[in-house]
């Protein structure tokens, strides 16, 4: 990382300081919603929102699909802030950036970060419009040396090397499938692993075919810097993916994934994925020691 690209707590802080002075919601829950699933957010009641553009120190979307709203309400009785709109690596933002809303979370009091995202099937046996509850990822920028937490190391968030074993919470995702059982989404609801490629180009064969054979059930443009940073930070983690479309692996194959498309399946399932998430959301334990 750049220098000029280092955050420091002081800047967080003063954002956090900001939002807590402009609303009276306090969050204990955090939903980041990917391409084509913000209307998560138009569920919040008495809601609170802010365009990105007017928050001090926000980054800026600019993929079409996200609002680009930070709103606060209640969902079920718990407060959530929710971003409609994420900002990803493609567009051109260093990762300490497409993270700063997370460490404000962290100081907003939040303990859960709830992470929604588009992304394209590899494994065989999952559909377009499935649901993947995301068990572990895979993070190809990060391994290749690209990630949220390279430069100073800032104690005040969490330790030089954080684990990520078990980081998205198992507990969670029990729950997640209970849920499912119990609404009868089973049969259109998978587990596994998301791969995150940075983008912006979608796959090419011999590419989808290596991430596959990696272990990788899915793949995206997003989703692991967040996650990285909110478990360093030391929030519990629980990630859904949209299979918008099958990444082509075969030769012989003609089809081919645009963006018009991942957003329309967005649409299709939005109904589906909100209501899971909000009974999720309604039987999370919340710990109200609040330090303010
Ligand atoms: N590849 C990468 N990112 C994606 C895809 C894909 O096929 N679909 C939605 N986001």
Request: glycine share 10%.
């Amino acid at each position: 990382m750049h220098s000029k690209d280092q955050i420091c707590y002081d800047e967080y802080q003063r954002t956090a300081d900001w939002l807590l002075s402009q609303t009276r919601h306090r969050p204990n829950v955090a939903i980041i919603c990917g391409s084509g699933l913000g209307m998560l957010a138009e569920a919040l009641k008495c809601q609170d929102s802010f365009s990105y553009a007017d928050i001090p120190n926000f980054p800026q979307s600019t993929v079409q699909g996200h609002a680009s709203r930070l709103v606060f309400g209640e969902l079920r009785g718990k407060t959530c802030v929710c971003m409609q709109g994420r900002f990803h690596m493609y567009e051109g933002h260093p990762l300490s950036k497409v993270t700063f809303p997370v460490r404000v979370f962290k100081l907003l009091g939040v303990q859960t970060l709830v992470v929604t995202n588009a992304a394209g099937s590899l494994a065989d046996s999952y559909s377009t419009g499935d649901i993947m509850i995301i068990k572990d990822h895979i993070n190809m920028p990060g391994l290749a040396g690209i990630n949220p937490l390279n430069g100073p190391n800032d104690e005040k968030f969490g330790p030089r090397f954080p684990p990520m074993s078990g980081v998205y919470d198992k507990d969670l995702r029990k729950m997640a499938l209970d849920i499912c059982k119990s609404l009868g989404y089973s049969q259109f609801v998978q587990e596994g692993v998301y791969c995150m490629v940075g983008g912006p180009n979608f796959e090419t064969i011999a590419e989808a075919r290596f991430l596959h054979k990696l272990g990788a059930d899915a793949v995206g443009m997003s989703t692991a810097p967040e996650v990285l940073t909110a478990s360093h930070c030391g929030l519990r983690v629980f990630g859904l993916s949209l299979i918008t479309n099958k990444v082509v692996k075969d030769y012989e194959d003609q089809e081919k994934v645009d963006h018009a498309g991942v957003l329309g399946v967005g649409l299709m399932r939005s109904e589906t994925l909100q209501t899971l998430v909000t009974e999720l959301v309604s039987r999370l334990e919340i710990n109200n020691n609040r330090v303010e």
